[in-house]
């Protein structure tokens, strides 16, 4: 892959933002990971770009979903959804999307986060959604986090955060 602008891993699978806005994936395809259509177990070491995700300016990735924030405010996302991390409303039958889905109600997201089975946007006016289920929408201002908890998260995701670019060679 060339011109990678992020690159995030998961439970078995990675996923790449280039600068054109398409988004690559690879690895475990157990809850639709790669978001090709289809569910498999096998292994898949090399990038395929994720079909009809385009315009993308950021991406996420929980422990076996995948976030992408598209440059009109709308988040896709595909994989598992055990908790709701999908956004759909409700839970997708059978707890998976092999194909990318639009979260419900997000049209200004300006950046996504996640971890493990949640899911987090950022919204233009700065205040955060988290966990999109239907029954447990939160509407939070970034201001209302404790330092410590987005600490805690920064340091689950990264325990070298605060000491390189953005990508960790180590």
């Known amino acids: 892959l060339t011109n990678v602008v992020k ?7 990675s996923v790449a933002l280039k600068a054109d ?5 690879w690895g475990r395809n157990d809850y639709g990971n790669l978001g090709t259509g289809v569910v498999d177990a ?10 009809g995700i385009a315009d993308v ?6 422990r076996d979903h995948i976030l992408a924030v598209h440059k009109d405010g709308t988040v896709s996302a595909w ?10 409303g409700a839970l997708v039958a059978g707890g998976e999307s092999a194909t990318p889905l639009k979260v419900k ?5 300006t950046a996504v986060f ?14 955060l959604l988290g966990e999109y289920s239907k029954e447990r929408r939160l509407y939070l201002p970034i201001q209302a986090i404790p330092k410590p908890v987005i600490n805690a998260f920064l340091a ?9 670019g953005g990508i960790d060679f180590t």
Do not use: C
């Open 7 to 13: 690159v995030l891993g998961g439970s078995m699978h």
């Open 21 to 25: 806005g398409t988004v690559w994936v």
């Open 42 to 51: 096998g292994s898949h070491p090399l990038p395929n770009q994720v079909p």
């Open 57 to 62: 300016v950021d991406i996420a990735n929980g």
């Open 79 to 88: 994989g598992l959804d055990s908790a709701g991390q999908l956004g759909a």
């Open 105 to 109: 109600g997000i049209t200004d997201a």
């Open 114 to 127: 996640a971890n493990g089975n949640y899911s987090f946007a950022r919204r233009a006016d700065g205040s």
């Open 156 to 164: 689950a995701e990264d325990k070298n955060f605060y000491e390189h």
